[in-house]
């Protein structure tokens, strides 16, 4: 039985960033802002999670940390429990602004840096501790610290709890990362690849960790994840939904084993045909040509007009550098792009011969098969 | 699988027996407060000229001071024992350790030639990319002229607009073409081996795989010998003829790409296609492989991987075993690899549905 | 899988109570000996580990003891103790020498230096504290506050020092030697204001410090646990500049006469040997009367360098984690 408002929400949220002060602008000098957020809306269960899969630029990163009170957007809302976490517009709130804080976690890509240098792993881990099971004695915190460290595979505890970062391997690092956030007891972890600055071999135990661990709290993820094959091994075991970010925008998302196998949108079957298969045999039938009419992604702060992805989809047409397609329902999924409608004129519309772009391979649109 | 045997056929050419490098009994040793710590532990291998060869490790199994070794770079205090040699096209063999500090540079970047990771360190921040290109040129004693025409044909191979990437600073391109711009830097004075420590490992997903196509065009075009470097397995399999496996600064198998990922004989190397995420093998089938990688001062007697082998017996714990032969090329150091397919297994098939 | 409801039990709750692991817990001894082993002795045993902070500290302590004990065992000078402009190493009353009133230098140098201590200590607490608070201030919050700060340092850091310290000991006429080293320290703080800014801008931006925001941890805390150590080594460093750069300041303006002549201090007897004695240009009648005090300077000086460079070491985690006795010695990354 499912409750009837969902963990965390977050609607039509905006992030911009780079708006510069009133002077540069008069001046003419200011930045063009950027916006790496640009109207996403998704909603979270418990013990769910949500990858998000994207090239550098796709606002990812500030998306996650917009869903878990990092990073305030610019526009929109995000609503933990029914109650925007900002504390702005009307929300009938009955959570205070700690427990909300308390709620909603992060673990960063990089292990070197998320763990203060100074201080030694029992000290760091001391400090979820004495935030939120504040009734702890020191006692009763080392005892809680050895578990945890036990539990994420750190033994023995005793020796371990000593040691600084430094003398850390990244992956006990990232660990101890996960353990520090675990220790809030929240109810949303967001993971920012999370695994990616791991070596390959480790990345599943990394992910079956998390996986154990949030039975344990009953926490949801929000993950992230530039690797098609990390997004389905970590999405599927928990059973939940993959979606594919471009320049601010999610362009599909769905359960893990349709957006994988069965691509609809474009850009999700140019990333995966750029994921590595093991199989030599496979790879070797894979097509050897870019299915993009570009390498490059275009500049952030200007995105292309109509469907942001028209400059490099082999599949666009003229209506798509006119229209912004919408969000359109096909089977399981969602799916931004005017091909998921039988319909739409899209099929009438002439091909887009030339596109500009001043690196990368500039190719008239492949004729792939549909 | 039709259309895919004639390809297959041309992985072969492996057997064609015409060795550009040879390492005989490398080792590379430092000596540190807390003992001797040996980082790269009697390498022996043979390269075959023209050919793409996949060194595949996770991090800590000593596959970058395998590159540092290929050109006799090892930083000090280590000291690096044993032989490896270079047959030019033309020429007599070079014993690599044996050159002088003149030849030696010559050596690197003219014969082989290194690709490092992260390509944002390797440019210098106040030079654009063409004086890269020049004072390249001008330290090995080539004409500017002829170098830079060349420079611009390497530019277009690997996508860029030469005109636009030569007279921007590093920090105006982006991290892809940096690292195509060092690839094109690295094959300037026309080395015939190339030798690449994760030059995808910073880079996007699409950015990547068309690294790698070009890696693989530019190898047909140059006839390179490619020794790729790196913990991704996946990445490597389509691209190289041959993979040989690290462990603990050894390699435990060498062999053909297409017959080690299909059927691997090492303990090891079985352990890890089953804990490489992919989308081809099933996600009830991957597992983590337990246990820890070694410390250099403290890599176990006899098979540096028995602690961790799930077909370890004494005999495992007590001698190092050597290379025993799988089949023509492929050789795994391993006392008990027959039984290695029963007790560790894994099936490529269709991963996706289940 | 996604979408069940949380457990019964209290949420969380399962992690700290019901535990059963397999590691011994510390008793309270054992404890205690980890903190003290992490905070006193570590820091110390590296400290100890550096012959510059050895010698340092051992000059700084020959200082300390002369300007307390030392007061209290040499007799103030008096005058005609001894012939005038007798020379060093020629009587017990006068070992190194006496000036043209025929008062012993030595006492007098010890007699300054309990002056020197005070502007050497008004120097660092005004300088490193004022530098630090807005410092820091200015770099976490960010915003107006920083601009604010900023300006207000710009413009000191502007005016020049040595000119305008003039100005205002000319107008204040300060007679304690502790005042006198805050009016001093007016020219070092804002250049330590910047660097300490630019310092926490770059660490603001760690992961680790957005751990901490997200676990709640409040900013009060974040600055005194998270970036005031690594802001240490700087803040030495310019402790031990900023004391020396008082003192050569506070000589310098006895020496010119910008400053009254109420305190012993090093300047003044320099000062002295130069207009009175004619030290420079009869060196060999009054030079003890100018060197002597020099020395003490430089000394004083070049122990406060060695110390601060010394002590920087005690903030790197890697050299402590290997002197500190309860962490084990593994390999490093």
């Known amino acids: 039985m499912m409750s009837d408002t969902p963990l965390l929400e977050v609607d039509d949220v905006e992030v911009e960033f780079g708006d510069s002060g009133l002077i540069r602008n008069l001046l003419g000098r200011g930045d063009d802002p950027v916006r790496a957020v640009d109207g996403v809306s998704f909603e979270l269960e418990t013990n769910d999670v949500l990858t998000l899969v994207g090239e550098s630029g796709c606002g990812k990163t500030t998306l996650g940390k917009a869903a878990v009170g990092l990073q305030q957007p610019t526009d929109g809302t995000v609503r933990y429990r029914g109650q925007d976490i900002w504390g702005r517009n009307d929300s009938h709130g009955d959570l205070s602004q700690r427990e909300i804080r308390h709620a909603l976690q992060i673990i960063h890509q990089d292990p070197g840096s998320s763990l203060h240098p100074n201080k030694t792993v029992r000290t760091a881990l001391a400090t979820p501790l004495k935030q939120r099971h504040a009734h702890l004695d020191s006692g009763q915190r080392e005892a809680a610290t050895y578990d945890m460290l036990e539990r994420i595979g750190l033994k023995p505890a005793g020796a371990y709890a000593d040691r600084y970062p430094h003398q850390l391997s990244g992956g006990e690092k990232q660990r101890v990362a996960l353990a520090r956030a675990l220790l809030m007891s929240p109810d949303v972890i967001f993971a920012d690849e999370a695994v990616s600055a791991l070596d390959v071999s480790l990345r599943v135990e990394m992910m079956d960790l998390m996986y154990e661990l949030q039975d344990i709290v009953d926490t949801s993820f929000v993950f992230i994840s530039h690797d098609m094959a990390n997004a389905r091994y970590f999405t599927k075991k928990i059973g939940g939904r993959i979606s594919i970010m471009y320049l601010g925008e999610i362009v599909e998302i769905g359960p893990a084993d349709t957006v994988i196998n069965d691509p609809e949108h474009p850009y999700t079957r140019a990333l995966q045909w750029a994921t590595p298969a093991l199989d030599p045999r496979k790879a070797d039938s894979n097509s050897d040509n870019l299915p993009l009419r570009t390498i490059d992604i275009p500049d952030p702060s200007d995105p292309p007009s109509g469907c942001r992805f028209h400059t490099r989809c082999p599949e666009a047409r003229e209506v798509c550098r006119h229209r912004h397609p919408p969000s359109l329902q096909s089977d399981d999924r969602k799916v931004s792009c005017f091909r998921s409608d039988d319909g739409h004129e899209y099929w009438d519309s002439p091909e887009l011969d030339e596109v500009t772009a001043d690196t990368g391979r500039v190719s008239h649109a492949p004729h792939s098969n549909d | 699988m039709t259309t895919t045997e004639s390809t297959l056929q041309s992985r072969r050419r492996s057997t064609n027996r015409d060795p550009i490098m040879t390492l005989r009994d490398v080792t590379v040793t430092f000596d540190m407060p807390r003992g001797t710590a040996t980082v790269l532990d009697s390498v022996d291998m043979t390269i075959e000229r023209g050919s793409v060869l996949g060194v595949v490790g996770e991090s800590g199994s000593g596959k970058s001071m395998f590159a540092s070794a290929l050109l006799d770079a090892v930083v000090d205090p280590g000291v690096l024992s044993g032989n490896i040699t270079y047959y030019p096209k033309n020429g007599d063999p070079v014993d690599v350790l044996d050159l002088s500090e003149e030849r030696l540079k010559q050596f690197r970047c003219e014969a082989v030639s290194m690709v490092f990771q992260g390509a944002q360190n390797s440019f210098n921040p106040t030079m654009t990319i063409r004086d890269h290109f020049i004072e390249t040129l001008r330290a090995h004693n080539r004409d500017p002229e002829t170098g830079m025409q060349r420079a611009r044909e390497l530019l277009s191979d690997v996508y860029l607009d030469p005109e636009r990437v030569l007279d921007s600073y590093p920090h105006e391109l982006s991290g892809g073409m940096q690292q195509r711009s060092l690839i094109a830097l690295s094959l300037i004075l026309d080395p015939a081996v190339l030798v690449m420590d994760e030059p995808t490992a910073a880079l996007d997903l699409l950015m990547q795989r068309a690294i790698t196509e070009m890696i693989s065009d530019l190898q047909k075009k140059y006839n390179l010998t490619v020794i790729f470097i790196t913990h991704d397995l996946p990445l490597v399999s389509s691209l190289a003829d041959r993979l040989g496996v690290m462990y603990a600064f050894q390699f435990v198998e060498q062999g053909p790409t297409e017959e080690m990922i299909l059927n691997a004989a090492h303990p090891y190397t079985r352990a890890l296609l089953r804990a490489v995420p992919n989308l081809d093998i099933p996600i009830a089938e991957m597992k983590p492989i337990e246990g820890d990688s070694p410390d250099s001062i403290d890599v176990p007697d006899g098979c540096a991987y028995h602690p961790r082998c799930p077909l370890a017996t004494d005999e495992c714990a007590r001698d190092p075993p050597p290379f025993s032969d799988v089949d023509a090329d492929h050789v795994v150091a391993c006392y008990h690899w027959e039984q290695a397919e029963t007790e560790i297994p894994y099936s490529l098939e269709d991963g996706g549905e289940e | ?333």
């Open chain 3, 1 to 333: 899988m996604a979408g069940t409801e949380p457990r019964q039990s209290e949420r969380g709750s399962g992690l700290v109570n019901d535990l059963d692991t397999e590691s011994a817990a510390s008793t309270r001894i054992e404890r205690l000996y980890r903190r003290f082993d992490r905070y006193v002795y570590a820091p110390a045993a590296v400290a100890y580990s550096d012959l510059r902070t050895r010698i340092g500290i051992a000059i700084i302590l020959c200082f300390v003891l002369m300007g307390t004990v030392g007061v209290m065992l040499v007799e103030p000078a008096g005058m005609n103790e001894v012939p005038p402009f007798q020379s060093p190493f020629q009587s017990a009353a006068a070992p190194l020498g006496a000036d043209r009133m025929g008062q012993p230098i030595h006492s007098q140098v010890v007699h300054a230096t309990p002056a020197m201590l005070q502007m050497a200590l008004a120097g660092i607490v005004f300088s490193v504290g004022v530098a630090l608070s807005i410092g820091v201030a200015a770099g976490y919050k960010g915003g107006i506050v920083d601009d604010v700060l900023m300006t207000a340092t710009d413009i000191l850091m502007v005016i020049p020092g040595l000119p305008l310290i003039v100005v205002i000991a000319a107008i204040w006429q300060p007679e304690q030697p502790f005042v006198v080293g805050m009016i001093l320290a007016i020219d070092a703080w804002p250049g330590i204001a910047r660097m300490l800014r630019s310092q926490v801008l770059t660490i603001r931006e760690a992961n680790y410090i957005e751990a901490d925001r997200a676990m709640g941890v409040g900013t009060g805390e974040i600055l005194l646990s998270n970036i005031a150590p690594q802001l240490m080594p700087f803040v030495l460093i310019n402790a031990a500049e900023a004391a020396r750069q008082v003192i050569f300041a506070s000589v310098a303006l006895y020496f010119l006469g910008f400053l009254p002549f109420s305190t012993n201090n090093w300047g003044v007897i320099m000062n002295l040997a130069y207009k009175q004695g004619g030290a420079l240009s009869n060196p060999g009648l009054s030079g003890h009367w100018l060197y002597v005090p020099m020395i003490a300077l430089t000394l004083f000086s070049f122990g406060l360098i060695l110390f601060s460079q010394g002590m920087d070491r005690v903030f790197n985690p890697r050299l402590r984690a290997r002197h500190a006795k309860t962490v084990e010695q593994t390999e490093e990354h």
